[in-house]
């Protein structure tokens, strides 16, 4: 029979926080999961290109679960962290680890507010799909007690995948959950999960679509770029979506241009250019170059020798015509390209 006993459960979308799931509903307990978004999270060239089109700063995810939706006997909700979530990445306490990525921070924000829907559901504890050792950085016995204390859960939050290598929590403490019929997982090795999921039957888990991007070196050199020559307060959703696509080129500290580099990326970068500076080719196949809004003259025809650069044209010694759209005009110039390692000093990657 179901206790009266109710978890709010962190759902990642891959098998580990799937495990912690399956324990806790196996041990009667009354399941709530949520599962947090921000573009960071899960990402897909899709969403860029919802974002784009709707003009949206946040996109649902991709992890095959929509809201609402019930999956084995609990509820979902989908939860939007991006209001927050900027705050902490330009200033977090914790710092980053290898990359832009804010774990310890991040983690924390996540918790606290799962711990304010916790109370708001009244239910008694949180559970995740951490395990100890798992990451270096955030994953550790002194940072996952610190991430305990400072998300306000304390004993309330549990990790069933490591439940019997950690200190005693609350649901175990009144005998809500039996700390014996937990595992007791360590360290990177994905065997004793991929085995628990066998003996529960579970053959098709969710893989997160794109993991999260801040951990991207690539991605990171890029936000980096932008809070050096942007700055952190000035920086929008809508900026953080744009390092997503394209090859990024930091030009001068007043000038970053963005080449699309297939079609896919091509119709997005149009997209996001309402308030920019487009610039194409005439009648040849080659990129769409996106100009930062307050574009001059003399950058456009830098970004048109770009343009030309990364299409198909070979023959540095010709003209070729270029169009350039801005919010006020339109107009053709001829322009050479730039050779190769002219341009490849720029690339920010
Ligand atoms: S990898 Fe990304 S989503 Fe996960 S804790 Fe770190 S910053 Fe947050």
Redesign the pocket.
């Known amino acids: 029979m179901t206790k009266a006993i109710k978890a709010v459960g962190m759902l990642?979308g891959g098998l580990d926080s799937l495990l912690a799931l399956y324990l806790m509903l196996e041990q009667g307990i009354a399941v709530k999961v949520i599962k947090f978004q921000t573009p960071?999270?899960d990402w897909t060239i899709t969403d860029c290109q919802s974002a784009a089109a709707d003009n949206e700063e946040f996109v649902i995810n991709r992890s095959g679960l929509t809201a609402g939706e019930r999956v084995l006997d609990c509820e979902i909700e989908l939860v939007d962290l991006s209001v927050n979530y900027l705050q902490m990445l330009h200033n977090p306490r914790y710092d980053y680890?290898r990359n832009v990525?804010?774990?310890i921070d991040?983690?924390i924000l996540?918790l606290q507010t799962a711990r304010s829907i916790m109370e708001e559901e009244g239910a008694q504890f949180v559970f995740t799909g951490e395990v100890l050792g798992q990451r270096p950085k955030?994953q550790r016995m002194p940072e996952l007690m610190l991430i305990s204390h400072q998300s306000g859960l304390e004993d309330q939050l549990l990790r069933p995948l490591s439940c019997r290598l950690l200190p005693t929590t609350l649901p175990e403490k009144e005998g809500w959950i039996d700390r014996d019929k937990l595992p007791a997982f360590q360290g990177r090795s994905r065997k004793p999960q991929i085995e628990l999921a066998k003996q529960f039957g579970i053959k098709d888990y969710p893989t997160p679509a794109g993991?999260?991007i801040?951990?991207d070196p690539s991605y990171s050199k890029r936000v980096k770029d932008l809070w050096e020559y942007v700055g952190k307060d000035k920086i929008t959703w809508e900026d953080y979506n744009l390092l997503k696509l394209g090859r990024h080129l930091r030009i001068n500290p007043n000038l970053k241009i963005i080449v699309g580099r297939d079609e896919a990326e091509c119709n997005i970068l149009r997209q996001f250019g309402k308030e920019r500076t487009i610039i194409e080719l005439v009648d040849i196949p080659g990129p769409v170059v996106l100009l930062d809004k307050s574009s001059d003259p003399y950058y456009e025809i830098i970004a048109a020798r770009i343009c030309v650069r990364y299409s198909k044209v070979r023959n540095l010694e010709k003209e070729f015509p270029v169009r350039i759209e801005s919010a006020n005009e339109v107009k053709i110039v001829n322009v050479r390209p730039y050779k190769l390692e002219e341009v490849e000093i720029w690339l920010i990657n």
């Open positions: 990642s960071f999270f680890g990525n804010p774990c991040c983690h996540m955030s993991g999260c801040l951990t």
